[in-house]
């Protein structure tokens, strides 16, 4: 049975005492946050609690969280949000947090870029999955593991959420532009994701447990609610038919601006990252020398790109869609391959936006394409040996 006795820190109402649900927060996993939760919560009894103790025990009830600390599919807690209204208590000193800090030094707790929500219903929540919270989105940037149980409020308008909802698994590999594709549509769609590494050097991904997942053994993977998807641009488009919400412009309903987009995805998977592939991976894994047949089929996709782009903000107009993200995981790989753009100039332009306008773009994309640097560095110093 869900747990009904929660007790905010902050106001000290019992869920057992409303007449109403309520979300109640659990105080976050990650060591830092939690230091933050605890600062502004201000009971200085929390600060000599270990972090898993905090998260296990201790909630923040909604009235302390602003709109925009919950999703655009208000659903899940921001990865960011901490308490900020309705706050009576002073914030705690620095020296209380220092203790804090030194107590959970050693604490057992998840490595940051991991994190998990659960949403659970009131025993007086309907066993329906047809309540919602009426909050609204922010901006999210994957920082920390936490975990938020949710009671939605009485005045809820009905919708289709989960009443039980875990975060979204993404097995991937860092540098991967197919795993960087997932991760710019997660971030567009401000989801919360649990990311579990795969090394395909190592032969990780040949594991049991993967391959009862995945027979495919590809990254990037997803499991969501216990449904297993791979390949990037399906995994991209049901994200966003499930979490998108009605208006999503990432992935259009309009029957024609879809099939655009599609148009321009299949023209990714299908024709510019394959020929880029063939071109570049054979030098970095193989020690080739460069195929120039190879290199003018690369150069004609990138054309087509530029013809695509030929007076367009975005690839099939002027609205980001999931194409923009997934041929953006694409350029950037050729970029970082040191290829030039400078024949395409709408190419160019079009990527200087993206950089710029795509939701969180440093993390979801250009630590990745640092990393395939990297990886390019290491290949060539064997390769050259």
Known sequence: MPDTHRTCEVC??????????????????????????VKIVGKEDLAYLQVHMLHDL????????????????????KKRAVPKLNLTPPPLRDEILFQFLQLNSQADVTPQGQFEVQAVPSDSMPASSSQHSSLEKMD????????????????????SINPVEMAIDLYFTAGSAPCRVVLLVAAALDLQLNLKPLNLWEREQLQADFLKLNPQHTVPTIVDEGFPLW???AISRYLVNKYGGDSSSLYPKDLMARALVDQRLDFDIGTLYPRFAQYFYPQVFGGAKPDAAALKKLEEALVFLNAFLEGQKYVTGDVLTIADLSLVATISTIDAAEISLKSYPNVEKWFELMKTTAPDYQNANQKGIDEFKKLIAQMKAKTEL
């Open 12 to 37: 000290g109402i019992k869920e057992r005492h409303l007449n109403e649900k309520r979300f109640f927060a659990r105080f976050p996993l990650d060591v830092n946050r939690c230091k933050e939760w």
């Open 58 to 77: 201790k909630h923040v009830c909604e009235v302390h969280f602003s709109r925009r600390d919950f999703t655009k599919s208000k659903k899940r807690l």
């Open 140 to 159: 999210v940037t994957p920082q920390g593991q936490f975990e938020v149980q949710a009671v939605p409020s009485a005045s809820m308008p009905t919708s």
């Open 231 to 233: 390949e990037s641009r």
